[in-house]
T-cell receptor
Framework: GAVVSQHPSRVICKSGTSVKIECRSLDFQATTMFWYRQFPKQSLMLMATSNEGSKATYEQGVEKDKFLINHASLTLSTLTVTSAHPEDSSFYIC?????????????FGEGSWLTVV | SQQGEEDPQALSIQEGENATMNCSYKTSINNLQWYRQNSGRGLVHLILIRSNEREKHSGRLRVTLDTSKKSSSLLITASRAADTASYFCATDKVTGGGNKLTFGTGTQLKVEL
């Protein structure tokens, strides 16, 4: 079946630095990728929707200048957390879908743990 | 914003018992999905039920959907310790490029031996 890969699975960075998380669709072309954030024992909150070749659409309350999303190709989207603060520490999950796949199925990555110290 | 509310928030049962989780949502949907998440891991898709369906089965899973009440339930029969995880319902809204999911608050299930 289709697989979505996220990298890194865990990352620790210092306050004020930037960190990039990659989301790749390994065996299909993802026309749309979604980025979610999840705090411990809470649900997933959609941050933004990323369509290949166009600017990401951010959900209300999500700072687009802080969470930079790039969807440069049909198999790769990146989330860059800029000027990270400890409160940005969270679990970030991407998902990918394709109109070309049957039922427009959504596939999730394994997530990336970000710890800002 | 979170659309779905799930109850209970936490459920602890003995192995072999059945577990029922409920999900309510607020707006019209195309379909509703249930996902499982082991602690600190990604999501595993369990089952999808379309808005014109009322019940669906998959192995030990049974999902119902009542669009008039805007609610769904997930039943896991004959639970096993390995079923311990968080379970989320998610409703979808078709965007121009793909399905945008809105997740419920989740139920943390613990199955004890």
């Amino acid at each position: 079946g289709a697989v979505v890969s996220q990298h890194p699975s865990r990352v620790i960075c210092k306050s004020g630095t930037s960190v990039k998380i990659e989301c790749r669709s390994l065996d299909f072309q993802a026309t749309t990728m979604f980025w979610y954030r999840q705090f411990p024992k809470q649900s997933l909150m959609l941050m933004a929707t990323s369509n290949e070749g166009s600017k990401a659409t951010y959900e209300q309350g999500v700072e687009k200048d802080k969470f930079l999303i790039n969807h440069a190709s049909l198999t790769l989207s990146t989330l860059t957390v800029t000027s990270a603060h400890p409160e940005d520490s969270s679990f970030y999950i991407c998902s990918a879908s394709s109109r070309r796949l049957s039922g427009n199925t959504i596939y999730f990555g394994e997530g990336s743990w970000l710890t800002v110290v | 914003s979170q659309q779905g509310e799930e109850d209970p928030q936490a459920l602890s049962i003995q192995e072999g018992e059945n577990a029922t989780m409920n999900c309510s949502y607020k707006t019209s949907i195309n379909n509703l999905q249930w996902y499982r998440q082991n602690s600190g891991r990604g999501l595993v898709h369990l089952i999808l039920i379309r808005s014109n369906e009322r019940e669906k089965h998959s192995g030990r899973l049974r999902v119902t959907l009542d669009t008039s009440k805007k609610s769904s339930s997930l039943l896991i029969t004959a639970s096993r310790a390995a079923d311990t995880a968080s379970y989320f319902c998610a409703t979808d809204k078709v965007t121009g490029g793909g399905n945008k999911l809105t997740f419920g608050t989740g139920t943390q299930l613990k199955v004890e031996l």
